[in-house]
């Protein structure tokens, strides 16, 4: 199920120039980058090159990454979805704050986003430092997030498509953009689908925190009106609505539960600052149908997050009871043949492996390269109980890349800080600027 804005009538006060300008960057960067690909999807060499993969910000000569990464997109549907609420949202609020406010609006909360993605690996999972995050969508939240505050009022159109059949209604705006807002932060604490959910929600609190600090002055002085009647001679003092409590204090809950999290997100950071290595891991029954994934290991603590697919868990779980992830610095074994019972952490319950692989260590004598065969007994946890299949034999291929050293305070820790500092703005203006702001 889906639900869609398919029309916001409103007010264009002047023609939205920077939204179709940004519309055509965003279209003939896509079409050069995914031409390759007869224009299905981004080529991996683009995205290589130009997308934000965390970890590579820790060197200086690779933050082109943090703009380029706001221009590329992954597939057809990823970039007609975004051009189309851009468009849709962004001509109204490029009409009502003027093209160099609109272009700040829209590149804050786009790096904002990016800050936000990163701070909160440290709650969704580290791993997230390693994978190649793309688009404009975070750029874009803040757009929404602006709409929000200045047309909370304005009717919009939605359709709510189960399969292909649509039902429409019409709603205030703010009830479906804080209805996305909110889905946004359930899909994001959950890490459905590998989306860069907490990205889209920092560009959406950063959105309305920055709309605080650029809006024109003729919005704030029109915040009473003061008419005359003159058929009565009466005088009529009026003030804009705000947003409105319901919504307001959905907001507020929502600001303070994610600000609780970014000053978490500082506090966990403090756990990473050990020699951090990411492990590609391939298992199956066969070479053929290799099942892919991939495990976050510390030198201090070990494996730190494991793979969700059962096999290349399995794998790895077996290396680091066995004792195999370290080993003597820049050791090659050609092959190892390792036969043991080892102990698992699951009720240390004794484990048989016998395995047959090249073994390379890296000069920190962390694991770098194997490849090989494994006969090994598997753990089964049912309802009814555990058990053991006995005697499974797998082939795998895992290689890691590393070390990164001090993660949390060169990367997570000051992000989460800026994360944390613009959800407190946001939430003072919220709670006490909305009048200030609303139009519609």
């Known amino acids: 199920m ?48 130009l997308a934000l ?15 380029s990464s706001m221009f590329l997109h992954g597939d057809i549907f990823h970039i007609l979805f975004n051009m189309y609420f851009l468009y849709l949202f962004g001509k109204e609020v490029e009409s009502t704050l003027g093209p160099k406010r609109y272009l700040i609006l829209y590149f804050i909360s786009g790096l904002i986003a990016e800050s936000f993605h990163i701070a909160y690996t440290a709650i969704v999972g580290v791993h997230n430092l390693f994978i190649p995050a793309l688009g404009a969508s975070g750029a874009i939240s803040g757009i929404l997030g602006a709409y929000l505050l200045l047309f909370p009022h304005r009717r919009m159109t939605i359709c709510w498509f189960m ?9 205030n705006a703010a009830y479906f953009l804080v209805f996305w807002f909110i ?5 994001g604490y959950a890490t459905i689908g590998g989306v860069a959910f907490f990205a889209h929600i920092g560009g959406f609190i950063c959105g309305m925190a920055l709309l605080g600090l650029i809006l024109p002055s003729w919005i704030r002085e029109e915040r009473v009106s003061i008419s005359w009647d003159i058929f009565t001679g009466a005088y009529t003092i009026s003030r804009r609505r705000g947003l409105g409590i319901f919504i307001k204090l959905i907001l507020i809950i929502a600001l303070i539960g994610l600000l609780s999290s970014s000053l978490y997100a500082i506090y966990q950071s403090k756990y990473l600052r050990s020699e951090i290595y ?3 891991i391939r298992a199956g029954y066969n070479f053929r149908y290799l099942v892919s994934d991939t495990a976050i290991y510390s030198t201090n603590q070990g494996v730190i997050l494991s793979p ?6 399995i794998l790895i779980n077996r290396f680091e009871w066995a004792g195999l992830l370290r080993g003597r610095p820049n050791a090659s074994i050609t092959p190892l043949n390792y036969k043991a019972i080892v102990t698992s952490t699951i009720r240390g319950i004794k484990v048989y492996v016998d395995m047959t692989a090249d073994m390379i260590y890296d000069s920190n004598g962390v694991l770098k390269y194997s490849k090989g065969i494994m006969k090994t007994d598997i753990i089964e ?13 797998l ?33 003072y203006i919220v709670a006490k600027k909305d009048e200030d702001i609303v139009i519609d």
Do not use: H
């Open 278 to 280: 990411m492990f590609n």
């Open 381 to 393: 946890i049912t309802p009814t109980g555990i058990f053991l299949k006995k005697n499974v034999s």
């Open 395 to 427: 082939v795998f291929e895992l290689n890691s890349k590393g070390p990164i050293k001090n993660l949390g305070d060169r990367l997570i820790a000051p992000n989460a800080a800026i994360a944390a500092l613009t959800t407190l703005y946001a939430l």
């Open 183 to 187: 889905t946004q932060i359930i899909y």
């Open 53 to 67: 993969i965390p970890v590579t910000l820790l060197d200086y000569s690779q933050w082109y990454r943090i703009i």
């Open 2 to 49: 889906d639900i869609f804005p398919i029309g916001a009538p409103g007010l264009e006060f002047r023609k939205a120039r920077v939204t179709t300008a940004l519309i055509i960057a965003n279209g003939l960067i896509y079409l050069i980058t995914s031409a390759q690909n007869f224009f299905i999807q981004t080529g991996s060499f683009w995205i290589d090159k």
């Open 308 to 313: 969700t697919q059962d096999l290349p868990r």
């Open 163 to 171: 399969w292909i059949f649509p039902w429409c209604f019409t709603t």
